[in-house]
């Protein structure tokens, strides 16, 4: 489900550790995401079956509303901190160019 744009492996305990890190926050915040989510959409779920139950039609409109709402705070947040977070320059890709470059460099020395 993540792509990892440049191999991992070659970089060395500190950068490794700290693109983990990154992956189990990101990993954590989609579940509380997706938790806020299934509890709004239970909570819109009951206000479609008070609406049906007692005929109030405007109810309606706001359960609609409620729960677009929260998938559409899901989406954006998911996008947010997956998509940007991994792969910004701070996590994402000038610590493991940086690394590979340190690598190469050390090699061609030799």
Request: proline residues 1%; aromatic residues 18%; contains cysteine.
């Amino acid at each position: 489900m993540i792509e990892v744009i440049e191999d991992p492996k070659n970089c060395e305990g500190k950068y490794k550790q700290k693109y983990a890190q990154v992956i189990i926050i990101c990993h954590k915040t989609r579940k509380t995401c997706l938790a806020i989510i299934f509890i709004l959409s239970f909570l819109s779920l009951l206000l479609f079956w008070q609406c049906l139950k007692d005929y109030l039609k405007y109810l309606i409109g706001f359960n609609l509303f409620l729960f677009l709402l929260a998938w559409f705070v899901f989406f954006l947040t998911d996008y947010i901190i997956i998509h940007n977070l991994i792969y910004s320059d701070i996590f994402g890709k000038r610590i493991f160019r940086r690394q590979k470059k340190q690598i190469a460099s050390k090699t061609l020395q030799k």
